[in-house]
């Protein structure tokens, strides 16, 4: 028989033994929202095309990788991304998985990157953050579109953390780090890189300014040490700054024209106050259209928080940055949609807050005893009933969308609908009521701000995925009101069956092509070197092979079989009419005015007799 013997545990140890498990769990926590992460932007990525503005980008970088392909060289406009792309065309060839990958990885750091400030926000803040993170539709549409603009907030975001850790442990190479960091969101992604480090600067300064007793601090106490700018080794720092972003640029100085690029971001910031976009103020549009709940949650939590005296530093610096933020993205007439992340990011923080403490358990003591499971009861049914009115809200939208004339006159309203929208509101009502008088007000409302986070978390998650995969072709999405068709890759596989049988599968033949060398046909014609582009279709006369971007049919001096493919699709959202919105906002529908609005793009192939007949490219005659 075996003997049992006990071993004694010191309160040491025991501490230390619970301090490893949190760690541990906190850890696998981290792995599986990357896991996660990592899965939503990999999933489909090669199965949509490039869009419009993600391949002026991937032709830079393709040109440089292959130097055989067609085509001139493009200047880039992001050199860490040019970086980026060509390392991944060398490794993996030209495709589109291979020129959203690196950016793939950008987009799932930036979701687990809650972990550097683990101490400041606290563990359980920090990982609902990333979960919050996980979930957000603008910060998932970014990742799997190749934008800069995901690069400039993440090394911002690490600015932040060197930043934070020299004000915290004084050591210079903190410093340097975040000088290094701050310098390659400036110099290497794109020109809302700068305005990004600006914001920052001055949702500190303001920050500060609100405090209460003028400090800056990050916990408002007391003895908070102050800013010694004498400190910053800001020679060194410079100094090692620049060294790192020409050695990026120029690829360890093997490609010294990359400093093109640099030039190219620079000048993009004061363009980008000049020159507006096709749709103003769409970065402010996709921030409201795809997190709603989190401007409303954000709202809520910095009323709470100023109520209950909580608004310290860096609840502060967030509410500022988000403001800052949206006036910059509204002055920066230049601003793309990725840029809607310089206010979604801050939102998501400011609502981690609110998240956290509607986990947390109330240990007040009460009249009457609450018992753990009563918010979750309210959650529950909130939830219940806030998908009931979702239901009958979409209803509500189509009945508006139907209108023949566009004004409310003529619309068929039917009480039913009416009814369908209060019933959920009246119950909702009813049953907080009901909690409150059996238990407490805290505890209703806890439910209804966690069914309000939960419903959150699902619809954004889904209304994300939509738009990068299920819509990816639709331009009524507002992150992409410019798409690129999926019959670009029926048009590529129809070129290589082509080549199949002229070149013995090589891409070699001739192929003549009326398009922009910075264009998605370009991107199409890639793999074959013997592409030439034109811009006079005269040029074109009697070539065997002929693609072109002009919709009027060309006289190519000869009997020829054309094929037209769909290239992409645009869409003005200035064609909406007010009564659309809300249906457009839901179901991503419009009325038939707004849905017709939208503005294909083709390209035709076109074959010559014989060379359709397929009589072998050596044997023909030109006559």
Same mark, same amino acid.
């Given at each position: 028989?075996?003997?049992?013997?006990?071993?004694?545990?010191?309160?040491?140890?025991?501490?230390?033994?619970?301090?490893?498990?949190?760690?541990?769990?906190?850890?696998?926590?981290?792995?599986?929202?990357?896991?996660?992460?990592?899965?939503?932007?990999?999933?489909?990525?090669?199965?949509?095309?490039?869009?419009?503005?993600?391949?002026?980008?991937?032709?830079? =970088?393709?040109? %440089?990788? +292959? @130097?055989?392909?067609?085509? $001139?060289?493009?200047?880039?406009?992001? #050199? /860490? !991304?040019?970086? *980026?792309?060509?390392?991944?065309?060398?490794?993996?060839?030209?495709?589109?998985?291979?020129?959203?990958?690196?950016?793939?990885?950008?987009? =799932?750091?930036? %979701?687990? +990157? @809650?972990?550097?400030?683990? $101490?400041?926000?606290?563990?359980?803040? #920090? /990982? !609902?953050?990333? *979960?919050?993170?996980?979930?957000?539709?603008?910060?998932?549409?970014?990742?799997?579109?190749?934008?800069?603009?995901?690069?400039?907030?993440?090394?911002?975001? %690490?600015?932040?953390?060197?930043?934070?850790?020299?004000?915290?442990?004084?050591?210079?190479?903190?410093?340097?780090?975040?000088?290094?960091?701050?310098?390659?969101?400036?110099?290497?992604?794109?020109?809302?890189?700068?305005?990004?480090l600006l914001i920052l600067v001055l949702a500190a300064f303001i920050a500060r300014k609100l405090?209460?007793?003028?400090?800056?601090?990050?916990?408002?106490?007391?003895?908070?040490?102050?800013?010694?700018?004498?400190?910053?080794?800001?020679?060194?720092?410079?100094?090692?700054?620049?060294?790192?972003?020409?050695?990026?640029?120029?690829?360890?100085?093997?490609?010294?024209?990359?400093?093109?690029?640099?030039?190219?971001?620079?000048?993009?910031?004061?363009?980008?106050?000049?020159?507006?976009?096709?749709?103003?103020?769409?970065?402010?549009?996709?921030?409201?259209?795809?997190?709603?709940?989190?401007?409303?949650?954000?709202?809520?939590?910095?009323?709470?928080?100023?109520?209950?005296?909580?608004?310290?530093?860096?609840?502060?610096?967030?509410?500022?940055?988000?403001?800052?933020?949206?006036?910059?993205?509204?002055?920066?007439?230049?601003?793309?949609?990725?840029?809607?992340?310089?206010?979604?990011?801050?939102?998501?923080?400011?609502?981690?807050?609110?998240?956290?403490?509607?986990?947390?358990?109330?240990?007040?003591?009460?009249?009457?005893?609450?018992?753990?499971?009563?918010?979750?009861?309210?959650?529950?049914?909130?939830?219940?009933?806030?998908?009931?009115?979702?239901?009958?809200?979409?209803?509500?939208?189509?009945?508006?969308?139907?209108?023949?004339?566009?004004?409310?006159?003529?619309?068929?309203?039917?009480?039913?609908?009416?009814?369908?929208?209060?019933?959920?509101?009246?119950?909702?009502?009813?049953?907080?009521?009901?909690?409150t008088s059996l238990w407490n007000t805290r505890t209703a409302l806890q439910g209804i701000g966690i069914a309000m986070l939960t419903f959150?978390?699902?619809?954004?998650?889904?209304?994300?995925?939509?738009?990068?995969?299920?819509?990816?072709?639709?331009?009524?999405?507002?992150?992409?009101?410019?798409?690129?068709?999926?019959?670009?890759?029926?048009?590529?596989?129809?070129?290589?069956?082509?080549?199949?049988?002229?070149?013995?599968?090589?891409?070699?033949?001739?192929?003549?092509?009326?398009?922009?060398?910075?264009?998605?046909?370009?991107?199409?014609?890639?793999?074959?070197?013997?592409?030439?582009?034109?811009?006079?279709?005269?040029?074109?006369?009697?070539?065997?092979?002929?693609?072109?971007?002009?919709?009027?049919?060309?006289?190519?001096?000869?009997?020829?079989?054309?094929?037209?493919?769909?290239?992409?699709?645009?869409?003005?959202?200035?064609?909406?009419?007010?009564?659309?919105?809300?249906?457009?906002?839901?179901?991503?529908?419009?009325?038939?005015?707004?849905?017709?609005?939208?503005?294909?793009?083709?390209?035709?192939?076109?074959?010559?007799?014989?060379?359709?007949?397929?009589?072998?490219?050596?044997?023909?005659?030109?006559?």
């Amino acid at each position: 028989m075996q003997e049992v013997v006990d071993i004694p545990v010191t309160k040491g140890n025991e501490a230390e033994v619970q301090h490893g498990l949190v760690v541990s769990v906190e850890a696998l926590a981290y792995v599986a929202l990357l896991a996660l992460a990592l899965v939503l932007r990999v999933a489909e990525l090669n199965s949509v095309p490039l869009m419009p503005t993600e391949v002026e980008q991937a032709l830079a =970088a393709w040109r %440089v990788a +292959s @130097p055989q392909a067609s085509g $001139d060289s493009v200047v880039s406009h992001s #050199a /860490l !991304l040019f970086a *980026l792309q060509s390392f991944s065309f060398t490794l993996m060839g030209g495709s589109e998985f291979a020129a959203r990958i690196a950016t793939v990885l950008a987009g =799932a750091a930036v %979701v687990i +990157s @809650p972990a550097l400030f683990r $101490d400041l926000l606290g563990r359980g803040r #920090a /990982l !609902l953050l990333s *979960l919050l993170l996980l979930c957000s539709p603008t910060l998932l549409l970014t990742s799997r579109f190749s934008s800069p603009a995901l690069w400039s907030m993440l090394l911002a975001i %690490v600015t932040l953390w060197g930043a934070w850790q020299y004000w915290q442990k004084r050591h210079s190479r903190y410093a340097i780090f975040a000088m290094v960091m701050g310098a390659c969101a400036i110099f290497l992604t794109e020109p809302g890189g700068a305005i990004l480090l600006l914001i920052l600067v001055l949702a500190a300064f303001i920050a500060r300014k609100l405090s209460r007793e003028n400090r800056f601090s990050f916990d408002d106490e007391p003895e908070a040490k102050p800013i010694l700018l004498s400190e910053l080794p800001l020679q060194s720092g410079l100094l090692i700054a620049a060294l790192v972003v020409v050695v990026i640029a120029t690829g360890f100085m093997l490609y010294p024209s990359g400093l093109s690029a640099v030039g190219e971001t620079l000048a993009g910031i004061p363009r980008g106050f000049a020159q507006p976009n096709d749709q103003p103020f769409i970065a402010f549009i996709v921030s409201v259209y795809y997190e709603p709940f989190m401007w409303l949650l954000s709202i809520i939590t910095v009323i709470v928080l100023i109520r209950r005296g909580e608004f310290n530093f860096v609840e502060r610096f967030l509410f500022v940055w988000a403001l800052v933020g949206l006036v910059a993205s509204l002055l920066f007439v230049g601003a793309t949609p990725e840029h809607a992340l310089w206010t979604t990011i801050p939102l998501t923080v400011l609502v981690s807050r609110l998240a956290i403490a509607l986990m947390a358990v109330d240990t007040r003591p009460e009249f009457w005893h609450v018992p753990y499971w009563a918010r979750w009861i309210m959650a529950l049914a909130s939830i219940a009933l806030m998908c009931i009115f979702t239901m009958a809200l979409h209803d509500f939208a189509r009945t508006l969308m139907h209108s023949p004339d566009g004004t409310l006159t003529s619309i068929n309203f039917q009480l039913s609908n009416l009814i369908l929208l209060a019933i959920p509101v009246m119950f909702l009502i009813v049953v907080s009521l009901m909690v409150t008088s059996l238990w407490n007000t805290r505890t209703a409302l806890q439910g209804i701000g966690i069914a309000m986070l939960t419903f959150t978390l699902i619809t954004s998650l889904g209304s994300g995925w939509v738009a990068s995969v299920t819509n990816a072709e639709s331009p009524m999405e507002p992150f992409h009101t410019e798409t690129s068709s999926a019959d670009l890759f029926l048009l590529r596989d129809t070129l290589f069956d082509l080549a199949e049988r002229e070149t013995s599968g090589f891409p070699t033949m001739e192929l003549v092509v009326e398009a922009p060398q910075n264009s998605v046909l370009a991107w199409v014609v890639r793999d074959f070197r013997n592409a030439r582009f034109i811009t006079d279709l005269n040029e074109a006369r009697g070539e065997p092979i002929v693609l072109i971007s002009s919709p009027v049919l060309p006289d190519l001096g000869g009997d020829y079989v054309g094929q037209d493919f769909t290239t992409g699709d645009s869409w003005d959202l200035q064609s909406l009419s007010p009564l659309d919105i809300l249906a457009w906002w839901t179901q991503r529908q419009a009325g038939f005015v707004a849905t017709n609005s939208n503005m294909l793009s083709t390209a035709l192939l076109w074959l010559r007799q014989d060379v359709y007949n397929g009589i072998p490219m050596d044997q023909q005659f030109r006559g």
